[in-house]
């Protein structure tokens, strides 16, 4: 009896990467590709009615971006090992996605090779990060021993909620909109805006946009629409 595929979802905005991402994943035996979502809500929807086995998950996404979209299927789809697919490899995004429970890390950079191999590593209950992550990040664990860093010296990572709300800031986001849009009260929209800037060591909006496009929470283009933000 020949064995189940592996049922694969494919969270990714840009068209072209999706397209090709399910050209290869449908010409490689025993993985078959069961969804696509464009947004990071399409994603949590999806991930709910299909119960994949492995969810290819992309960082810049509209709606909810790739941290708080995996926390919510985290809790809708146990079962289901989140991937992280992602042109960046900021070591602080690598750490809030393992936070939260992601059961590995590719770049965009990385062959088709690596990525088959990553799915079917975590398909079946493993881990796997590319090599260039696992690298940095044994060699700044290795730097904080040596150092004599504790955890407390480390710059704190973003919750779900700050990392959502980064997002339609630098997306151009009033205060009003991000309240409306997470149904929360424009003080908390505040205080949450107050809580990045003092994690993150940025004091205005231009600052924050540059760094989410930095660290691939937003796409570049999306930069220009951020002049109106409140």
């Known amino acids: 009896m020949n064995k189940a595929p592996i049922k694969v979802l494919i969270a990714e905005d840009h068209g072209i990467v999706r397209e090709g991402l399910r050209l290869l994943l449908d010409l490689t035996s025993g993985l078959k590709v069961v969804g696509e979502a464009s947004t990071g809500s399409e994603a949590v929807e999806l991930a709910a009615r299909l119960q994949p086995d492995v969810i290819l998950m992309d960082i810049a996404m509209p709606t909810l971006n790739g941290f708080e979209a995996t926390r919510q299927i985290r809790a809708l789809s146990p079962d289901s090992k989140v991937l992280v697919l992602s042109a960046h490899s900021d070591e602080e995004y690598v750490e809030h ?20 191999q990553a799915i079917r590593e975590v398909a079946g209950g493993g881990t796997f990060f590319a090599p260039s992550i696992s690298e940095r990040m044994q060699r700044l664990e290795r730097t904080a021993f040596q ?84």
Not at 170 to 182: V, Y
Not at 189 to 205: A, S, Y
């Open 147 to 230: 150092r004599g860093d504790s955890s407390g010296s480390k710059r704190r990572p973003l919750t779900p909620r700050e990392a959502q709300v980064l997002q339609l800031v630098a997306e151009g986001s009033a205060n009003k909109q991000i309240a409306a849009e997470l149904a929360i009260s424009i003080k908390t929209v505040e205080k949450h805006r107050q809580q990045l800037m003092d994690k993150l060591n940025i004091h205005d909006t231009a600052g924050l946009t540059r760094h989410a496009i930095a660290t691939g929470v937003i796409e570049s283009s999306i930069q220009g629409t951020t002049a109106g933000a409140g």
């Open 97 to 116: 996605f393992l936070s939260i429970g992601v059961a590995g890390y590719v770049v965009k950079q990385n062959s088709g090779q690596i990525l088959v």
